[in-house]
T-cell receptor, first 113, second 115 residues
Framework: DAGVIQSPRHEVTEMGQEVTLRCKPI?????LFWYRQTMMRGLELLIY????????DSGMPEDRFSAKMPNASFSTLKIQPSEPRDSAVYFC???????????FGPGTRLTVL | AQSVAQPEDQVNVAEGNPLTVKCTYS??????LFWYVQYPNRGLQFLLK??????LVKGSYGFEAEFNKSQTSFHLKKPSALVSDSALYFC?????????????FGTGTQLKVEL
């Protein structure tokens, strides 16, 4: 299995621009998680989906952030408009129905100038 | 609410010596416990987990962890450290039943293994 796939791996953008991060979970997994990692805050859960349905988005920082999962093999995290304080590494993770281990993607390093 | 504490920001150990990375947790009911490792510029990699059963759990790369219910601890150990073990280690917990899918992670412990 290819594991969790994220794109792009690196993104540099200017303040005010829209940013879209993409994730393809492991095939057959039915839960998907978006995390953000910064030096100041560590690893934060932003939102997670079960069977493509958002279950808990209490970690989403503000309305500028939105996430979708249109089908079982694809999810997006969008920031509009982006701000310098959004600079971080964003991870996607997926979990299958058997067992409870979350498997992480390689992350997207976002820099907002 | 569930929580994880990793009391040491950094652990230094000489290669060949045993290593311990500490983790204590708080959760309602029985815990589901995990250790992950993160190498520079990489995602988190699963090392091992405890669900039920034997308190000593063996995982990848020679790591093991010991679950201690009375001390609410789940310390990560390895009998002989390698320089290549140098990385950031995260402990995580969720309730075994209920609590949804949310894993709560600790703040991480940087392990540095020196020659």
């Amino acid at each position: 299995d290819a594991g969790v796939i994220q794109s792009p791996r690196h993104e540099v953008t200017e303040m005010g621009q829209e940013v879209t991060l993409r994730c393809k979970p492991i095939s057959g997994h039915n839960s998907l998680f978006w995390y953000r990692q910064t030096m100041m805050r560590g690893l934060e859960l932003l939102i997670y989906f079960n069977n493509n349905v958002p279950i808990d988005d209490s970690g989403m920082p503000e309305d500028r952030f939105s996430a979708k999962m249109p089908n079982a093999s694809f999810s997006t995290l969008k920031i509009q408009p982006s701000e310098p304080r959004d600079s971080a590494v964003y991870f996607c993770a997926s979990r299958g129905t058997v067992g409870d281990t979350q498997y992480f993607g390689p992350g997207t390093r976002l820099t907002v100038l | 609410a569930q929580s994880v504490a990793q009391p040491e920001d950094q652990v230094n150990v000489a290669e060949g010596n045993p290593l311990t990375v500490k983790c204590t947790y708080s959760v309602s009911g029985n815990p589901y416990l995990f250790w992950y490792v993160q190498y520079p510029n990489r995602g988190l990699q699963f090392l091992l987990k405890y669900i039920t059963g034997d308190n000593l759990v063996k995982g990848s790369y020679g790591f093991e962890a010991e679950f201690n219910k009375s001390q609410t601890s789940f310390h990560l150990k390895k009998p002989s450290a390698l320089v290549s073990d140098s990385a950031l280690y995260f402990c995580a917990v969720r309730p075994l039943t209920g609590g949804g899918n949310k894993l709560t992670f600790g703040t991480g412990t940087q392990l540095k293994v020196e020659l």
